[in-house]
C-alpha cells in the first residue's frame, strides 16, 4: 500500500493501515521527525487505546491497553547502543507474544525482528505531505 497524506488526514492512513489485515509486528522507518510516533499514537486510538500514548524514548516500551483488552507495545530503540540491551528487556518476549508490536529504530536490531512482520516507511514530501509505503515481509 502506498499513500500520500496530510497531517489532517492521519486517522484515515492510521484505519487504512489496520484494514490491511498486516502482520502485528510493524516496523516504522523514516527520518528523526517524520511522524513515526505521530502515526502510532493514532494507529493506537485507532484499536481503541483510550490512556494517553507518548514517545517510549527512555522507557524504550509502553505498553497500552485497547477497550476491548488487546495489548499494544510501542517500542523506540533509538537510544540503544547494541542488540544486547534489547534482549535484556524482553523484546523477544515482546514481538512472538501475539500482540501489537509499533517498533521505531528497528534497524538496531536487525536479528531480533521477527520473520513475519510489516514494514512502514514514511518519507516528507512537498507542501508538509508525507508519502507512506506499507509492506508486509
Not at 505521530?38 to 486510538?45: A, E, G, Y
Not at 522507557?59 to 547502543?81: G, M
Not at 513475519?116 to 509505503?133: C, F, G, M, P, S
Request: hydrophobic share 40%; charged share 25%; aromatic share 10%.
Amino acid at each position: 500500500m502506498e499513500i500520500v497524506f496530510t497531517l489532517d488526514e492521519l486517522e484515515l492512513v492510521a484505519q487504512k493501515v489496520i484494514d490491511q489485515k498486516t502482520p502485528k509486528v510493524i516496523l516504522f522507518h523514516g527520518e528523526m521527525g517524520v511522524g513515526k510516533t505521530t502515526l502510532i499514537k493514532q494507529l493506537c486510538k485507532t484499536l481503541g487505546v483510550t490512556s494517553t500514548t507518548s514517545s517510549p524514548t527512555f522507557s524504550l516500551v509502553n505498553e497500552y491497553e485497547t477497550i476491548d483488552n488487546q495489548v499494544v507495545y510501542h517500542f523506540d530503540f533509538y537510544r540503544l547502543k547494541n542488540e544486547m540491551e534489547a534482549l535484556d528487556m524482553g523484546a523477544d518476549d515482546y514481538f512472538y507474544s501475539g500482540n501489537w508490536c509499533f517498533i521505531e529504530w528497528a534497524e538496531k536490531i536487525p536479528s531480533l525482528i521477527p520473520d513475519e512482520h510489516a514494514v512502514i516507511t514514511i518519507e516528507l514530501v512537498e507542501n508538509e505531505k508525507r508519502h507512506l509505503t506499507l509492506t508486509n515481509s
